[in-house]
């Protein structure tokens, strides 16, 4: 590509660029977790729909920010307790935390390894 045309570039490959960018995807996985959320407080216990928690969490992983990880685990940690006392009844109360806890610890084992597989990247 020309150096002309690289300074030209449309409006379109300017979102893309910036989408991509660690703050792009930053704000990308904030969103997503948020929205996440509001998902999971609408929906009765026992829909699964707090698997969708590990989407913000791989976003993380490929920012450029070392903390991104950890603090992605710990919002979706509470944003995840916090669901499961604003959601309406759906099934019994004991299945609910079973299956919550037990994704706790899955995501909780998820972010530690991508966690050390990043720093070692960085290092």
């Known amino acids: 590509?020309?150096?002309?045309?690289?300074?030209?570039?449309?409006?379109?490959?300017?979102?893309?660029?910036?989408?991509?960018s660690d703050l792009g995807?930053?704000?990308?996985?904030?969103?997503?977790?948020?929205?996440?959320?509001?998902?999971?407080?609408i929906t009765p216990l026992?829909?699964?729909?707090?698997?969708?928690?590990?989407v913000p969490l791989v976003l993380s992983y490929w920012s450029e920010r070392i903390y991104a990880i950890p603090t992605v685990c710990i919002v979706t940690l509470l944003f995840l307790i916090g669901g499961f006392l604003v959601s309406p009844q759906g099934i019994a109360v004991s299945q609910a935390i079973l299956l919550r806890f037990t994704f706790f610890l899955v995501f909780i084992s998820a972010a530690i390894i991508l966690f050390a597989i990043r720093r070692r990247q960085l290092l």
């Open 1 to 20: 590509m020309s150096p002309a045309r690289h300074h030209n570039q449309t409006p379109i490959t300017r979102v893309l660029n910036s989408l991509v």
């Open 25 to 41: 995807l930053v704000i990308i996985a904030a969103v997503v977790l948020l929205a996440v959320y509001l998902i999971d407080t």
């Open 46 to 54: 026992g829909e699964p729909v707090w698997l969708l928690y590990f």
